[in-house]
């Protein structure tokens, strides 16, 4: 299955190399799994249900958030780190982390702030030169403003505005100063209250990229559309699927289409021991078109998989 990030014949000894430690990942990945489906909080003995603790819905999927930021006070550190892979020439991978303080200040109001750090390893793809290293990528800060309240409204709402500053291209990992602005609306329901939930995320991004080298300026701009489903299998544990839409654009304000991708995938989210929870999704593209390439689906633009781990301390 691994094999499927690289086109035959294309980079072999990078794509062996990187192969290997994918499937070194997902051998982790499976006992990780395995662990948490063991440990995780077993229902009490006297017959009651320990799932009456309400579940926060911002991290219960992948890709798509829930609408939740905590109570007033509340913080929390989170380790999110993703992986995209596989492009339609040569072998692609970026693996990019997140270390994310956040702080719910006011009943509705949450702030947080972090780094991104990225490795990046690609050889022979069209139009990304070849690159074998880390980097700081990027400096953020996020501002979530809880719109609807899901224990007082039908549903949750939260609007998302997170600005970004970086240092290095996002795909390529060339030298680049670059910000911009991703704005989500993020939506949650409970099908039946911590058993069955769902999400629909809206978003819009834009970037300006100064490329070091060449002095070049570049506008891009995303549209996306997500949903996703989880369920409590067992105290603590959740399973679902998710589902993305995106498109990409040439400019700051959708201007000229570039491309576009559909993404689904499976998830999973427990929670440990104490304040701790970790999550995981993988996503891979069924469907994509690309401004000028053939094919059924846009590896120009996008990626045929994109894999998220995180991991959260609640405090």
């Known amino acids: 299955m691994l094999g499927q990030f690289w086109p035959h014949g294309a980079a072999p000894r990078r794509g062996r190399r990187l192969c290997a430690v994918l499937r070194a990942v997902s051998e982790t990945a499976a006992i990780g799994t395995a662990a948490i489906m063991i440990t995780a909080s077993p229902a009490r003995a006297d017959g009651s249900e320990s799932r009456a603790a309400s579940v926060d819905t ?19 550190f989170v380790i999110d780190s993703s992986l995209r892979a596989g492009r339609s020439t040569g072998s692609f ?4 982390s997140q270390l994310e303080f956040k702080y719910t200040a006011f009943e509705s109001f949450r702030i947080s702030g972090g780094a991104t750090l990225a490795y990046y ?34 549903f949750g709402l939260t609007l998302s505005v997170s600005p970004h500053w970086g240092f290095v291209d996002e795909t390529s990992g060339v030298n680049a100063g670059h910000y911009g602005t991703e704005t989500q609306l993020l939506a949650d329901y409970a099908f039946k ?24 300026l570049q506008h891009e701009s995303l549209l996306g559309a997500g949903a996703a489903l989880a ?27 570039a491309g576009q ?4 995938g499976p998830t999973v989210y427990a929670r440990l021991a104490g304040n701790t929870f970790v999550s995981a999704a993988w996503e891979f593209q069924i469907w994509g078109e690309a ?15 994109q894999v998220k781990l995180r991991f959260g301390l609640e405090f």
């Open 58 to 76: 911002e991290h219960l999927f992948g890709f798509v958030e829930g609408a939740d930021i905590g109570g007033q006070g509340d913080r929390e």
């Open 261 to 264: 991708a559909l993404y689904i």
């Open 231 to 257: 369920a409590q299998v067992m105290p603590g544990l959740w399973l679902g699927g998710e589902a993305r839409y995106l498109r990409d654009y040439s400019g700051a304000a959708l201007n000229v289409f």
């Open 291 to 305: 401004t000028g390439a053939p094919g059924a689906l846009d590896l120009t633009n996008f990626e045929r998989h």
């Open 193 to 216: 209250p911590d058993w069955l939930v769902g999400a629909i995320n809206l978003s819009f991004a834009n970037d300006r990229t100064r490329l070091v080298a060449s002095d070049g």
């Open 121 to 154: 390893d690609v050889g022979g793809v069209t139009g990304i030169g070849d690159a074998g290293h880390g980097a700081l990528q990027s400096l953020f800060f996020d501002a979530r403003l809880r719109l609807l309240d899901r224990d007082r409204a039908p």
């Open 93 to 96: 991978a970026d693996t990019a």
